[in-house]
């Protein structure tokens, strides 16, 4: 599970194995080449050739409370697996560490070291947004090159980015990010198969790369991966650039949400987004943070995560709203000079960015209803209980209060709940609530908006209420007509938001 001191409140709400960041998932789909050597790098991506007089780049390290191994790995790594002239500067920016060896000790130390280290201080705890303006506004580079404080560069990491900054400065790139673990510091290939989005909670997941990428990169899979979102750790971005798209949105606080809201930036203002799979930089996945953070995770997760939605989302931050009820009560503060930055940048709506960027995405692009769904008879609603993929979906007392009871009938005909679908894979059931898929097959329901049926296409069978076994779960059976067979699909409306 990717859980780091800036990212812990978002990844502890779920854990299935998706968590794992490029973990499971990664490790699952690992390509052959990569599991040869221990430097991770491609065969392929070693015949690659790159420009010699690529931009040189500052690498942005913001820290708290590391400990000394972690952070001298990463600083080593970087020194030692990069071209010396590429290498401007590093900075370490101090989020408020308590830790006496990461003062003097560290700043003696690193004097020693053959690339110049410029260790710069919070003078309070500020969080990674503002630690990493700050650490921006010192660096000197033409790239910037943000890395967590745990990291591992391998032979080669640095090139590949670099070169695609030079060949249009519009490009912001993310490296593979590699598993070293937190228990034995074991390294492992993260994959080039998997890319970055989000689900209606607006937390950041890692799903499968679609036929689409692969398809516009010919199969060629050392070409970059255009991706909707970046996991926010390790990127590199042309210095101007940075400063011309609105660096970070400076209202947000400590961390959580500004990934995704740079990400949405760059698509929608005219970047592009990357994974370049010749990249590799190993990142510690921790299990559980071993810090306290002023103020509580929560609140200011869903401080940060309205700030995205209003400025960001249009419409479509509904599906937010919607399944976290509760968020809208939070207080965002004043978001007039994210418009401002929108307006003046003249950025695309995000219905683009969903119909362009994201045709997978969680949320739909063109949907029938989202809110709940009631049975005629029984007068409850389905309800996915919290549950997890691969469980059976709810049906419940309607409660009109979104949340768990929030499905949306998508113009592909999928009743999806978040980023999991209904799923009925044999006849009578049951329906489980699997990773939607977009290839319909056992997702695709058929609804007759007369008759009220929901239509299972593929048994040819109609959901049906809970059963007398289990009165908890709603069950599918032939369809004969029964008012038990009656489903309404509704919008929700939630009066403080519309
Ligand atoms: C629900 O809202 C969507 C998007 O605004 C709209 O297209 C759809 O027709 C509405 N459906 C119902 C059942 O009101
Ligand atoms: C439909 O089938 C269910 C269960 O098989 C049964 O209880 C119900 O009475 C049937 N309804 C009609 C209208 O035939
Ligand atoms: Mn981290």
């Known amino acids: 599970m990717h859980v780091d001191i800036y990212r812990w409140g978002q990844q502890q709400q779920e854990s299935s194995q998706q968590d794992l960041g490029c973990g499971v998932l990664a490790l699952a789909l690992l390509p052959p080449c990569c599991l040869c050597a221990q430097l991770l790098l491609c065969e392929t991506c070693k015949t690659k050739v790159y420009p010699d007089n690529l931009p040189t780049t500052s690498v942005v390290i913001v820290f708290h409370n590391e400990a000394w191994s972690t952070l001298l790995r990463t600083v080593h790594s970087v020194i030692n697996r990069s071209p010396r002239h590429m290498i401007e500067e ?21 004097k020693k070291l053959k690339v110049p280290v410029n260790v710069i201080r919070m003078e309070q705890r500020s969080g990674l ?28 990491w640095l090139e590949p980015l670099l070169a695609r900054i030079k060949h249009d400065r519009r490009t912001v790139v993310c490296p593979i990010i590699d598993v070293i673990s937190d228990d034995t510091f074991e390294y492992m290939a993260g994959s080039d198969m ?38 926010g750790g390790l990127f590199s971005i042309d210095r101007d650039y ?64 309205r700030r995205l939605a209003e400025v960001w989302m249009d419409e479509f931050k509904n599906f937010f709203y919607i399944i976290s009820p ?60 919290a549950r997890k993929e691969n469980e059976k ?24 709940t978040d980023d999991l679908c209904l799923d009925v894979s044999k006849l009578n059931g049951p329906v489980t609530m699997l990773k939607c898929h977009h290839l319909k097959g056992n997702q695709l329901w058929e609804y007759d908006p007369v008759k009220l049926t929901l239509q299972h296409v593929n048994s040819n069978q109609c959901l ?35």
């Open 194 to 231: 998997t890319y970055g989005g989000f689900n209606w909670k607006l937390n950041f997941r890692w799903y499968p790369v679609p036929q689409r990428e692969m398809d516009r990169r010919k199969g060629d899979r050392t070409l970059p991966v255009r991706t909707p979102t970046m996991a």
């Open 242 to 305: 940075f400063q011309e798209i609105g660096t970070y949105d400076a209202g947000m606080d400590i961390w959580g949400g500004e990934n995704l809201e740079i990400s949405f930036r760059i698509w929608q203002c005219g970047g592009t987004l990357e994974i370049v799979t010749c990249s590799h930089v190993g990142h510690v996945f921790r299990k559980a943070t071993p810090y306290t953070f002023p103020g509580g995770t929560g609140q200011i997760i869903n401080k940060n995560n």
């Open 129 to 156: 947004i503002r630690a990493r303006l700050k650490g921006a506004a010192v660096s000197k580079g033409q790239v910037i090159t943000f890395l967590d404080a745990h990291c591992e560069c391998t032979v080669g």
């Open 326 to 385: 509760g968020v809208t009560k939070v207080d965002y503060g004043d978001i007039s000079s994210r418009l401002g930055l929108r307006q003046k940048l003249q950025c695309k709506p995000f219905s683009w960015y969903l119909e362009n960027i994201y045709p997978d995405s969680q949320i739909p692009r063109h949907y029938f209803s989202l809110g709940e769904i009631r049975n005629v008879e029984t007068n409850q609603c389905l309800d996915n209980m």
């Open 464 to 498: 049906d209420k809970a059963t007398e076994e289990d009165s908890q779960v709603p069950s599918i059976r032939d369809c004969n007509g029964s008012r038990s067979q009656q489903w309404l699909l509704r919008n929700v409306t939630l009066p403080e938001i519309f």
């Open 393 to 416: 979906v709810g049906i419940f007392n309607c409660h009109g209060m979104g949340g768990n009871q929030v499905f949306s009938y998508t113009a592909n005909k999928e009743i999806r």
């Open 90 to 110: 590093i900075v370490l920016v101090d989020d408020a560490s308590e830790r006496d060896f990461l003062k003097r000790p560290l700043e003696s130390y690193v």
